[in-house]
């Protein structure tokens, strides 16, 4: 495993199945993590569960100015962050035609824009500091599955890691490679889709 101490690691949805497990194994390396989460108590319990120095965030990745406010106090608690795990997501698993316009609404504005939107807070920072790595965690869905909102989301996910690498050829921080695509696991987000 990749020696990460003295890196500080945020990571979003760190309260639920997957962003857990990617803060333990991120604080195992040696990372300071800063788990956050809309779930506020949750995210702090993670971050106690890691041991004392990691620290629980509130923070709702869709709302930019929470986003700049929490990112501002994990650089005040904690320093720069060095490594963004964009993680948190949510899901509803219904047939397309049973499904609503504010629930593809909320998905896209979480999965995606979310994405984007603390992508951006942490970039200024590892740009002037030319060192940084941003991970997406997405979901293999072939294009045509129910419903669209679903997987819409989740092709401009990797496309945004590749238009980060992009952006930054010549100049780290760096964006995954391919976004991450996590393997179905249960977890409260995966527990939302139907039986069938
Ligand atoms: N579980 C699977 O089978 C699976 C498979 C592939 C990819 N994924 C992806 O992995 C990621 C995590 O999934 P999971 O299964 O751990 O889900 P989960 O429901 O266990 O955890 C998601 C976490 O995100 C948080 N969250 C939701 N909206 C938020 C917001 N606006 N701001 C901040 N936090 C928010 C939730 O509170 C929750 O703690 C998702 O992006 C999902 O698409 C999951």
């Not at 993670?46 to 990691?54: C, E, F, I, K, T």
């Not at 608690?77 to 397309?96: H, Q, S, T, Y």
């Not at 609404?105 to 941003?134: H, K, P, Q």
């Not at 989301?153 to 921080?173: E, L, N």
Request: proline letters at 6%.
């Amino acid at each position: 495993m990749t020696d990460l101490t003295g890196r500080i690691a945020l990571v979003t949805g760190a309260a639920g199945g997957i962003g857990g497990a990617i803060s333990r194994q991120l604080a195992a390396a040696g990372a300071t993590v800063a788990a956050c989460d809309l779930n506020e108590s949750a995210a702090k319990d993670v971050a106690a569960s890691l041991g004392a120095s990691h620290r629980g965030y509130a923070m709702d990745i869709s709302d930019s100015k929470a986003v700049t406010a929490a990112l501002s106090t994990i650089e005040s608690d904690l320093g720069p962050v060095d490594i963004l795990v964009n993680n948190a997501g949510i899901d509803k698993i219904e047939r397309f035609v049973d499904s609503k316009e504010d629930t593809w609404r909320a998905i896209v504005n979480v999965n995606y824009l979310g994405t984007v939107i603390v992508t951006r807070a942490v970039l200024d920072s590892m740009i002037e500091r030319r060192s940084g790595r941003i991970i997406n965690i997405s979901f293999p869905m072939p294009v045509g599955s129910d419903p669209p909102a679903r997987w819409c989301t989740q092709a401009p996910r990797a496309r945004s890691s590749r238009s980060a690498r992009r952006s930054h050829a010549r100049s780290p921080p760096r964006a995954s490679r391919s976004t991450l695509s996590a393997r179905a696991r249960p977890t409260p987000l995966s527990s939302t889709r139907s039986p069938s």
